[in-house]
């Protein structure tokens, strides 16, 4: 019981766009107080002594939030995810990557989306302190920013909760 009131909940806006996901605990505040209806059952019920109420999956609020369009924060994580833990000089998938600088910042490489990329630590040794035409290691792709789709920013939930699947595609 205590368990699922952890849980994840998908959260989507009066237009259905997701917004966030919050847990099971903070949707049933919402549902309880008429901010937000349930969209989506699939975790069965929590029971009190004068009723029964559904644990929510999906809920949608009632009221439209606005909000700017969400941007990928630049982080090594998020680098590592794009690039799918994959290094991108050999195309083997790493449990151990390391971040790369494709230009190196000693010759002015700059800490941005475009410039860094996941490599295995012998590729990223192997480079160096060169550019990867210098070092004759193509990239398999080039480094861009990942898109800031709601498919992106919670696909890691999609493996657990694949209901989610429908709200999160088109946004």
């Not at 259905?16 to 996901?21: D, M, R």
């Not at 004068?50 to 939030?65: A, K």
């Not at 860094?116 to 990867?132: H, Q, S, W, Y």
Request: hydrophobic share 35%.
């Amino acid at each position: 019981m205590e368990d699922s009131l952890h849980s994840p909940v998908l959260v989507l806006n009066a237009n259905y766009e997701p917004l966030n996901v919050c847990s099971v605990r903070r949707a049933l505040g919402l549902l309880l107080s008429g901010r937000a209806h349930l969209i989506l059952n699939g975790r069965g019920e929590i029971h009190s002594i004068s009723q029964t109420i559904p644990i929510p999956s999906v809920i949608r609020l009632d009221y439209m939030v606005k909000r700017p369009r969400p941007v990928i924060k630049l982080t090594r994580y998020e680098v590592f995810r794009r690039d799918n833990f994959t290094c991108q000089y050999c195309g083997r998938h790493v449990s151990r990557p390391t971040l790369d600088h494709v230009i190196p910042r000693q010759r002015g490489g700059t800490y941005s989306w475009e410039n860094l990329v996941t490599a295995c630590p012998e590729c990223n040794l192997r480079k160096g302190n060169r550019t990867p035409e210098e070092a004759h290691m193509p990239l398999l792709r080039p480094p861009q920013a990942p898109p800031a789709t709601a498919l992106y920013r919670f696909q890691h939930y999609l493996k657990r909760y694949k209901e989610w699947e429908t709200f999160l595609q088109g946004w």
